[in-house]
């Protein structure tokens, strides 16, 4: 009778005749069922539910992120002002994936504590399904915690109150002291021993909803979404203003709840778009001196809600390591995307040819995103923006039915075998696309494909599929040895 509910959700994006087909081809070739299965359910999952963890500053953050997700990733410093390239990362716990938004990046002397605090833990819950507070229990609650609390219950979203450094039964008693708080029970942990942490994850699997609560697009002619990004002072906020002005349409301000803060509904090329958490970014410019990584922390809260990032880069000046990182976020999050080049206009022959560089150079692993070349300020070109987006778009939800794409890796393999490694030639035997938005890739091999192979292979898939505009991620099994199936 579970027939009826392994429509497509089990499979990932497979319909059910095809998965039937794919199995069979994958006990073949010697493939372990459930191997397989894991396989495809890994790369099918659609956008992860995201759990915030905010507390102030020396509470233990980024050592219960390393624990969450546990590997040693999350920077951990004592002292604060440690800038970091990522805020997410995947994690998985009793068999559910999430992402987690780390906020232990320091910028203390920006506006005093408080501020950045309230600040910090702001752009973090607003892009998260539910949150971990952490407050130090051998401390206890302080106004800074008060005060976050405050923000939480604004916001309204699950929160799972972690009592952190409670190393042993005796500081027990100090976790209990948390109850004041008013956010229900105070979980006692060491992020530090791992103490506690499983119990605490329980919990925050209760608060985090199955997937998110997004619908990306699915809402029934719903305004797609876009994140508008780059570093600041690239002309973010000039390009909003120019494609809301030229089109003159009544930008309507959606006041109210932390959730969006302002999310503007714009028509473009006879389009409703939805950009997504814009305004924000323009009404608190005071954050922007020295502030890197609330950059970071809000280019990942927009993001995370959008389904397609326009990244805008100011072509007058080199392009920056800030560039790189906030383009990588985007790639990370498996987001479409499109490069706008803004200040096009105030280019000159040598800057024009340096910059064609610099392309081919720094951003050669995106080479697939298409490009624009805009002026915010006299609107040039501004046309050009939404088939971009529309292209990125078509590609991040494109797919390839399984006979056609084993039919290409087929033919891929026959002519362009992979090299010969230690006397054996790991061969590509068949493979499927599981998921798409982004469109995810499981290839099933005989052994192990280097990296430069699996470019290869990508760069192939691009040029026979499209996939324009958007990232696409491949994951490769290898069979276990197979004396034991003969």
């Known amino acids: 009778m579970?027939?009826?509910?392994?429509?497509?959700?089990?499979?990932g994006e497979l319909g059910d005749a095809e998965y039937a087909e794919f199995?069979?081809?994958?006990?073949?070739?010697?493939?372990?069922?459930?191997?397989?299965?894991?396989?495809?359910?890994?790369?099918?999952?659609?956008?992860?539910?995201?759990l915030a963890v905010v507390g102030r500053p020396n509470v233990g953050k980024s050592t219960l992120v390393n624990r969450i997700i546990g590997r040693r990733e999350a920077v951990v410093e004592d002292r604060p002002g440690v800038t970091r390239d990522r805020v997410t990362y995947e994690a998985e716990w009793a068999g559910r994936r999430f992402k987690v938004v780390d906020t232990g990046g320091w910028?203390?002397?920006?506006?005093?504590?408080?501020?950045?605090?309230?600040?910090?833990?702001?752009?973090?819950?607003?892009?998260a399904d539910a949150v971990v507070f952490v407050v130090d229990a051998t401390v206890g609650a302080t106004d800074t915690d008060e005060a976050v609390v405050k923000l939480l219950r604004r916001a309204g979203k699950p929160v799972v109150l972690c009592a952190n450094k409670v190393d042993g039964p005796s500081s027990e008693a100090d976790a209990a002291m948390l109850w004041s708080l008013g956010l229900g029970e105070p979980m006692p942990v060491s992020a530090l021993h791992?103490?506690?942490?499983?119990?605490?994850?329980?919990?925050?699997?209760?608060?985090?909803?199955?997937?998110?609560?997004?619908?990306?697009?699915?809402?029934?002619g719903g305004p797609r979404r876009i994140a508008l990004i780059g570093r600041p002072n690239v002309g973010k906020?000039?390009?909003?203003?120019?494609?809301?002005?030229?089109?003159?349409?009544?930008?309507?301000?959606?006041?109210?709840?932390?959730?969006?803060?302002?999310?503007?509904?714009?028509?473009?090329?006879?389009?409703?778009?939805?950009?997504?958490?814009?305004?924000?970014?323009?009404?608190?410019?005071?954050?922007?001196?020295?502030?890197?990584?609330?950059?970071?922390?809000?280019?990942?809260?927009?993001?995370?809600?959008?389904e397609v990032a326009v990244i805008l880069i100011d072509a007058?000046?080199?392009?920056?390591?800030?560039?790189?990182?906030?383009?990588?976020?985007?790639?990370?999050?498996?987001?479409?995307?499109?490069?706008?080049?803004?200040?096009?206009?105030?280019?000159?022959?040598e800057r024009r040819y340096y910059l064609e560089r610099e392309i081919e150079t720094e951003l050669q692993q995106i080479a697939w995103a298409p490009?624009?070349?805009?002026?915010?300020?006299?609107?040039?070109?501004?046309?050009?923006?939404?088939?971009?987006?529309?292209?990125?778009?078509?590609?991040?939800?494109?797919?390839?039915?399984?006979?056609?794409?084993n039919a290409f890796l087929g033919e891929?393999?026959?002519?362009?075998?992979?090299?010969?490694?230690?006397?054996?030639?790991?061969?590509?035997?068949?493979?499927t696309q599981a998921g798409t938005k982004p469109p995810r890739f499981v290839l099933f091999a005989s052994g192990f494909l280097e990296a430069g192979y699996r470019r290869f292979v990508e760069r192939r898939l691009r040029e026979e599929f499209g996939f324009e505009g958007t990232p696409i991620h491949m994951s490769v099994r290898v069979r276990e040895k197979r004396g034991k199936k003969k």
């Not at 906020?237 to 109210?256: D, F, T």
């Open 194 to 220: 791992g103490r506690g942490t499983g119990d605490m994850l329980d919990e925050v699997l209760k608060a985090l909803p199955e997937a998110p609560a997004q619908t990306f697009g699915a809402a029934l």
């Open 412 to 431: 891929l393999v026959a002519a362009h075998p992979h090299p010969i490694r230690g006397g054996k030639q790991p061969r590509i035997l068949f493979g």
């Open 23 to 50: 199995m069979e081809l994958a006990t073949q070739e010697g493939f372990d069922v459930d191997e397989v299965e894991g396989a495809l359910g890994e790369a099918g999952h659609g956008p992860l539910p995201v």
């Open 2 to 11: 579970d027939d009826q509910i392994h429509t497509g959700d089990e499979h």
């Open 371 to 405: 490009r624009v070349n805009v002026s915010a300020r006299t609107g040039r070109h501004m046309e050009k923006l939404v088939p971009a987006i529309e292209t990125a778009l078509a590609g991040w939800e494109t797919r390839i039915p399984t006979g056609r794409l």
């Open 316 to 349: 007058s000046e080199t392009i920056s390591v800030q560039d790189q990182r906030i383009i990588t976020m985007a790639v990370e999050a498996g987001r479409a995307m499109v490069i706008a080049f803004n200040k096009w206009d105030n280019l000159d022959e």
């Open 107 to 127: 910028e203390q002397d920006v506006l005093g504590i408080d501020a950045s605090v309230a600040a910090q833990a702001e752009y973090a819950i607003e892009a």
């Open 237 to 306: 906020s000039s390009l909003l203003n120019k494609v809301a002005g030229e089109e003159r349409v009544v930008v309507n301000e959606l006041a109210g709840t932390t959730r969006d803060p302002v999310d503007e509904l714009i028509e473009l090329g006879g389009t409703t778009w939805k950009f997504v958490d814009t305004a924000g970014i323009r009404k608190r410019v005071h954050l922007q001196e020295g502030a890197d990584y609330y950059a970071s922390l809000r280019t990942a809260a927009a993001v995370e809600k959008a």
